[in-house]
């Protein structure tokens, strides 16, 4: 599935996929895979600073993860450019949401703003059968 969101011209795709090979749900560890694209459609050069999720497992409740940029980088991304990255999230019951926002810098004028993270779902294909 695919998700986005634009906020002040910063456009968030999200796609998900269910990690068939890593997961055991035997063991209740249900593990999804997201791959993010960050869209610069403005006319102002960003750099990233912060990411901040809610993760919900329909099973175990809401938890929250933030901190430093992305996968250990902090990309800098100007007008008409993306930013790519691969993440993943375990989940114990196989089905969940997860939304969030990122921390932006304006490296204009050095603004900080937040951009929404659209939200999106986590289903495991496992849990129909």
Do not use: C
């Not at 919900?56 to 929250?64: A, P, Q, T, Y």
């Amino acid at each position: 599935m695919m998700y986005s969101a634009i906020t002040h011209s910063i456009h968030i795709i999200v796609e998900t996929f269910y990690d068939t090979e890593n997961s055991s749900p035997i063991d209740e560890r249900y593990i999804f895979t997201y791959h993010i694209t960050i869209k610069n459609n403005g006319s102002i050069p960003i750099k990233l600073l912060k990411r901040k999720w809610q993760i919900k497992d329909v099973v175990f409740g809401l938890r929250e993860v933030a901190g430093d940029g992305v996968i250990g980088m902090s990309p800098e991304i100007y007008p008409g450019d993306e930013f790519n990255y691969f993440s993943n999230v375990s989940l114990y019951s196989g089905i969940g949401l997860m939304q969030g926002h990122y921390l932006l810098r304006n490296l204009n004028t050095k603004e900080t703003f937040e951009v929404e993270i659209p939200k999106f779902s986590l289903i495991a294909e496992v849990v129909y059968n």
